[in-house]
C-alpha cells in the first residue's frame, strides 16, 4: 500500500511539473521568445511523443527561428515511424511553404489529402491543420473527403466555418443546412452562427443567400426544421406576417403545440408590431382547447389595445371578465385592466378596488407579489408612498432572490427618489446594480448615476428635487405636467449640471407626443452643452432615429449614425449605428 501511494505521489508530481513547464513554454511562445520555448517543447516532446500540441508548437519554433532544416528531420523522422499519420505531411509541406519551396509543399498537400482514401481516421485532424495554416481550400477539401469516406463523421460546421471566412456566403449557408440536415440537434447552434450576417433588412445579400438556400432545401427535402428556419429569418428581418404564415404551416401540418406561434406574437408585441401579435394571438384564441393559453392570448390583445389607445379598450377587459370571469385564472388580466384604469383613464380607486379583489383570489406567492407591485404603483401614482413602500417591501421579504423581489427593491429606491430621499434610494440602487437581470442592473446604474451626478452640495439647491418630481408626472403619464417641469428647471437651474439631463428627459417626452422638432431641438442642446456627457452617444442616436423613423431625412440619419462610428467607438449603439449607416448608405452588409 506504501508503494502504491509513492507511486500515485511521483505521478501526480510528474504531470505537476509536465504541465508547469508546459505553461511556461507557452508564454514565452506567446511572448515571441522561440528560442526558449523550443527548448522546453523538445523536451515535453521527447518525454510524450504522441502529444500533437507539444509537436505542433515545437515545429512552428522552428519554424519562427527559420531553422527549417531541425523541423524537417523532426517531420521525416515522425513518418518514417508513424507513415499513415497524413497531417504529418501538413506539417511539412508547410515547412517547405515557409522555404518558399511550392512545388516540395504542394507536393506533401497532397500526399495528405490522398491519405485520407487510404485511413480516415486522420481527416479531421488534417483539416484542423491545414485550417490552422490558413490552407482554407485544402482544409475544406480533407474535411469533405473525410466525410465521403466515413458517413458517420460530420464536417459541415467546420466547412461551414471556413466558408464564412473566405467571404463565401452561399457555400457558407449550404454547409450549415448541410448540417442540420443531418442532425436536427444542430439547429440552434446553426441559428446563432447565422444570426452573425443576417441583418433587419430582407435586401441584405446574406438575408437573400439563406432564404434562397432554405427555400430550395425545402423544396427537394420538407422538413418542419425549414419552416422553423424562415419563420426565425422573417423575424429578424420584422417581417412578422411572413414569419406568421411559416408558424401558421407548421401548426397545420402537426396540430400539437401553438407555442411557436405564442413567441411570435410575443416578439411581435415586444416589437411594436402590434397588428402581427393581435393576427398571432388571435389565431390563437381560435385553435387552443386549452382554457389557460386562450386567456394569455387576451391578455396580450388587451396589451395591444391599450397600446395602440383602442376606445374599445375598456369594453374589451369587461368582455373578457363576462367571459371567462374573475378568478385565479384571469389574475393577470386584472392587473393589467387596472394598471390601465390607472395610467390610461385616470382611475386610481377604481383600480385599486379591482386588485384588492383580485388578492382573494391569488393562491401563490407570486401571484400575490404581482398584484402588490401593481398596488405599490398605484399608491405611488396617488401620492401615497409610504404604502406603497410596505407593499414593496413585503415582496423583497417573501421572494427574496426573485425577479419579483428585485423588482421590488427597484421600486423602493424609485419611490424614495420620488420622495426626495436620495440617500435611501441610492443604498437600495447600489445593491441593483449587480442585478442578474440586465433590464433592472441598467435601470439601477441609471438612476444611481443621475442622483450621484445631481445631489445637492453644501445644502445648495441642484435641482434634483423638482426633477424628481418631473419623473414622477412622467411616471404617472402626466406628460405636459412633466414637461412644464422641466421648463422650470431649465429657467431656474441653468449652467447647472442638471441641465442636459433636463434637455434629454423633456426631448423623450416630446417624442411621445408627437412633438418631433421639439425633441430635435432639445438633443442638439445636450449636444452643444456638454459635447463630454455621458449622454451624448445617447442624444446623437436619438436624432438619428428621430431624422430616419419620424422626420424622413436619411441624410440626416446617416450623419449622425456616422458620428456614432467615428466618433464613440465604445458606445453601446454602435453595432445597431453602424448596421443603420450601412444600410442607408445602401451597402451589402
Known sequence: MKQLLILFFLAISSFSYAQNEYLLAENYFREGAYLKASQIYKKLYEKSPFNTTYLNRLISCYQETENFTEAENLLTSKIKQSP??????????????????????????????????????????????????????????????????????????????????????????????????????????????????????????????????????????????????????????????????????????????????????????????????????????????????????????????????????????????????????????????????????????????????????????????????????????????????????????QLKGDELAQQARFKVAQTSYFKGDFTWAKAQLKILKSSTTQLIANDALALFLTITDNEPVDSIPSGLIQYAKAELYAFQNKTQQAIDTLNTIKRNFKGQPIEDEVLFKQAKLYIKQQEFEKAVTNFKQVISLNPQGILIDDAHYQLAELYKNHLNNLEKASEYYQKIIFDYPSSIYLVDARKKYRKIRGDNL
Request: no cysteine.
Open 84 to 397: 499513415n499519420q497524413g497531417y504529418l505531411y501538413v506539417y511539412l509541406g508547410y515547412n517547405y511553404e515557409r522555404q518558399k519551396q511550392p512545388e516540395l509543399a504542394q507536393k506533401n498537400y497532397t500526399i495528405a489529402l490522398n491519405s485520407i482514401d487510404k485511413n480516415s481516421a486522420f481527416g479531421g485532424i488534417i483539416g484542423r491543420v491545414f485550417k490552422e495554416y490558413n490552407l482554407l481550400d485544402n482544409a475544406i477539401l480533407a474535411y469533405k473527403k473525410t466525410m465521403e469516406k466515413d458517413e458517420n463523421t460530420n464536417y459541415s460546421f467546420q466547412i461551414a466555418q471556413i466558408y464564412g471566412e473566405k467571404g463565401d456566403l452561399k457555400e457558407m449557408f449550404q454547409s450549415y443546412i448541410d448540417l442540420v440536415n443531418k442532425n436536427e440537434n444542430y439547429y440552434n447552434l446553426v441559428q446563432r452562427y447565422a444570426s452573425k450576417y443576417i441583418t433587419d433588412d430582407s435586401e441584405n445579400e446574406a438575408n437573400i443567400l439563406f432564404r434562397k438556400t432554405l427555400l430550395k432545401k425545402a423544396a427537394s427535402n420538407p422538413k418542419d426544421v425549414w419552416n422553423v428556419l424562415l419563420s426565425w429569418l422573417f423575424s429578424q428581418q420584422k417581417d412578422y406576417e411572413k414569419a406568421f404564415i411559416q408558424q401558421k404551416a407548421l401548426y397545420q401540418r402537426n396540430p400539437v403545440s401553438l407555442s411557436g406561434i405564442f413567441e411570435l406574437g410575443e416578439i411581435a408585441y415586444n416589437n411594436n408590431a402590434f397588428t402581427a401579435s393581435k393576427t398571432a394571438f388571435n389565431f390563437i384564441i381560435q385553435n387552443t382547447t386549452f382554457i389557460e393559453e386562450k386567456i394569455d392570448a387576451h391578455w396580450y390583445i388587451s396589451k395591444v389595445a391599450v397600446a395602440t389607445q383602442d376606445t374599445n379598450t375598456t369594453l374589451l377587459f369587461q368582455s373578457l371578465f363576462s367571459e371567462f370571469g374573475k378568478n385565479t385564472l384571469t389574475i393577470k388580466l386584472q392587473v393589467a385592466y387596472a394598471d390601465f384604469l390607472t395610467f390610461y383613464q385616470n382611475k386610481p380607486q377604481q383600480a385599486k378596488l379591482v386588485l384588492e379583489e383580485a388578492l382573494t383570489f391569488s393562491r401563490s406567492k407570486y401571484d400575490k407579489a404581482r398584484i402588490k407591485l401593481k398596488l405599490g404603483d398605484i399608491l405611488v401614482f396617488t401620492g401615497q408612498y409610504n404604502k406603497a413602500l410596505i407593499y414593496f417591501s413585503q415582496i423583497q421579504t
